[in-house]
């Protein structure tokens, strides 16, 4: 039993081999998969396919990388949206001074657009943050303030002084195939820290393949090889660490059913 926390499945990578790829997932006990948008804009194509297949859930948002196409977008943009009873989350979201692909000024802007539809919604908050740590937690800390809400800190790979931020204000921090990665030391020690009831795990398909699938096209059924290195990380056994992380899925998104922990 896994659930696949974080995945964008409406990406051309898997349109030869949707089906098999389905099956694989299924055969690696995933249950559940977060399809999460990146782009406003193709919201409809995310739709059909959680529409389609029951396990299947999706999120409204637009990805840092995609803000200087969304200047003007409000919070209400994505409030509307996120009516559908199979959006459950807002994001993925956040700041990328990394690649730095949209101005700075522009990414904060519809950032906090999509806090706000957070708070406003009661749905989690899907965060991307790359070489952005500090604005980050301080528009977090800002906005947290004014009105609380929920999150998780998707594909983690920064600071612990981000880590135990997100801890205390309540987020999940979630684990992707680069905890796998021999040069990923530091970040393991972070994960080590984490508690067990604040953990996720995701693969972040078709990106970031997991040892000792590194170097291939990323897909639901590795989240395995993830959830296997965090239990070894954690020092428990592999099914506890299942149960923990689907369970903390389900209490965080809480518009999607368990019901794919027995019914797939």
């Known amino acids: 039993m896994l659930v696949d926390s974080h995945c964008h499945l409406t990406y051309d990578d898997f349109e030869e081999d949707f089906e098999e790829m389905i099956e694989r997932a299924k055969e690696n006990g995933v249950t559940t998969m977060l399809n999460v948008g990146n782009n406003i804009g193709e919201i409809s194509a995310q739709l059909e396919m959680a529409e389609k297949y029951p396990f299947i859930y999706t999120s409204v948002g637009v990805h840092p990388h995609n803000a200087e196409e969304y200047p003007n977008i409000t919070a209400q943009d994505f409030i509307e949206a996120a009516q559908h009873k199979k959006i459950v ?34 749905l989690p908050l899907i965060i991307h943050t790359r070489d952005a740590d500090e604005d980050t937690i301080n528009i977090l800390d800002e906005m947290y303030k004014q009105k609380p809400f929920l999150g998780e800190i998707h594909c983690f790979s920064s600071s612990k002084k981000l880590a135990d931020f997100a801890l ?7 684990a992707s195939g680069i905890i796998t990665f021999n040069k990923s030391g530091d970040l393991r020690d972070i994960f080590a820290d984490v508690p067990l009831e604040r953990l996720l795990v995701e693969t972040d398909s078709p990106f970031l393949a997991p040892v000792p699938q590194r170097g291939h096209r990323n897909e639901p059924s590795y989240v ?5 290195k965090l239990a070894q990380i954690k020092g428990i056994s592999f099914d506890k660490l299942a149960e923990a992380t689907s369970d903390n899925f389900y209490k965080l ?11 797939y």
């Open 89 to 122: 989350g807002i994001g993925e979201c956040g700041l990328d001074y990394y690649y730095d692909y949209s101005p700075r000024d522009v990414q904060i802007k519809v950032f906090k657009e999509q806090i706000k539809a957070a708070q406003e919604t009661g």
């Open 168 to 174: 205390s204000i309540g987020f999940y921090i979630s």
């Open 224 to 228: 395995l090889h993830t959830a296997e």
């Open 253 to 263: 998104f809480r518009k999607a059913s368990d019901k794919g922990r027995y019914e």
